[in-house]
């Protein structure tokens, strides 16, 4: 059973939008935080958002601030991103993650103990 389970990727014209969900799949767990991550092809994942439980804490990419925004249900291990005006860039599969330790900075997939299998964004001109 997949812990986490994302939902709503999808193919979209530039400018466009998509809301992607995460949540768990069974089980919930003792979380400080979840993010959101991508990967594009032949690309390594790289950070797109996190949300810090608790203090309500969030952190975008740079390349992401200003069109996407991140929030979620800390008690229901579930995350969710906005993603508006999506650019042809912004293709990836996208993966959410739970980061179980309270130091974990959240911006590295290192922080992250539980992942989804991802979601496919694809963004067209």
């Known amino acids: 059973q997949v812990p986490l389970v994302e939902s709503g990727g999808g193919l979209v014209q530039a400018g466009g939008s998509l809301r992607l969900s995460c949540a768990a799949s069974?089980?919930?767990?003792?979380?400080?935080?979840m993010g959101w991550f991508r990967q594009a092809p032949g690309k390594e994942r790289e950070f797109v958002a996190a949300i810090r439980w608790g203090v309500g804490s969030t952190y975008y990419a740079d390349s992401v601030k200003g069109r996407f925004t991140i929030s979620g249900d800390g008690p229901r291990n579930a995350v969710y991103i906005h993603m508006n005006p999506l650019e042809p860039m912004d293709a990836a599969v996208y993966y959410c993650?739970?980061?179980?330790?309270?130091?974990?900075?959240?911006?590295?997939?290192?922080?992250?103990?539980?992942w989804g299998q991802g979601t496919q964004v694809t963004v067209v001109s």
């Open positions: 993650g739970d980061g179980l330790q309270a130091s974990s900075i959240l911006e590295f997939p290192a922080d992250y103990d539980i």
């Open positions: 069974g089980r919930t767990f003792s979380s400080y935080g």
